[in-house]
Each structure stands twice: as C-alpha cells, then as structure tokens.
C-alpha cells in the first residue's frame, strides 16, 4: 500500500492550499482517510477524517469552517482543501488510511504516506 501526498508549498497567510493523496495498492472505499500534521517539535497532530462513504467528517477545532475533506473513490484520491492559512497552519501533512471503524488518532491508523510540507508567512 502506498498513499503519496502532493500539493503542499509556501503561501501567504490568508491564502489557500489543496492537497492530494493518491492510493495505490489499497482502494479507499473499504477505509477512513485521514490528514494529520507535524510541526517541528511537536507530535502528529489531528486534522481531519473522512469515513469510507463519505457521509461523516470530523475535524480538528483549529481547522473547522477552513479546511474541507473530500474523497474520489473513483480516482482513489482524498483531497484537503484549506482556506484562510495562519503561520500556525505551518507544518508537514500526512494522509493516513485506517480500516474501520473511524478513529483520530495518528497511532490508530493502518497505512500512513510521506508528508507534503506546507509553509504558511505572516
């Protein structure tokens, strides 16, 4: 299994950033697909999760009404789409993978990819 995230870079705060997790080797309509994240110095952190139908969604408080998870199981994708970056938005994000049932937990989940680092200036 591999989940390969793409789509991250330098942006000003207030702008936007659309990240991209392709799956392969695993079809993401039987899992939970989640996004966490890591500052430097800091434990991976929770951002969002997105349940194998694409009914539920939960999110990270510092994100809510910012950030929209979504998924294309026909592309085998998962996407985050963030709005309004701050500085302390600054970090590397991870798609991760989980069977069910849905947890939050970076340590919880099954397959995890490399980070795509997002870099938010004041």
């Known amino acids: 299994v591999q989940l390969q995230a793409s789509g991250g870079g330098l942006v000003q705060a207030g702008g936007s950033l659309r990240l991209s997790c392709a799956a392969s080797?695993?079809?993401?309509?039987?899992?939970?697909m989640g996004w966490f994240r890591q500052a430097p110095g800091k434990e991976h952190e929770f951002v969002a999760v997105?349940?194998?139908?694409?009914?539920?969604?939960y999110y990270a408080d510092s994100v809510k009404g910012r950030f929209t998870i979504s998924r294309d199981n026909a592309k085998n994708t998962v996407s985050l789409q963030m709005n309004s970056l701050k500085p302390e938005d600054t970090a590397v994000y991870y798609c991760?993978?989980?069977?069910?049932?849905?947890?939050?937990?970076?340590?919880?989940?099954?397959?995890w990819g490399q980070g795509t680092l997002v870099t938010v200036s004041s």
């Open positions: 991760a993978a989980k069977e069910p049932p849905l947890r939050r937990a970076w340590v919880d989940y099954d397959w």
């Open positions: 080797g695993l079809s993401i309509s039987s899992v939970a």
């Open positions: 997105i349940s194998w139908s694409g009914g539920d969604t």
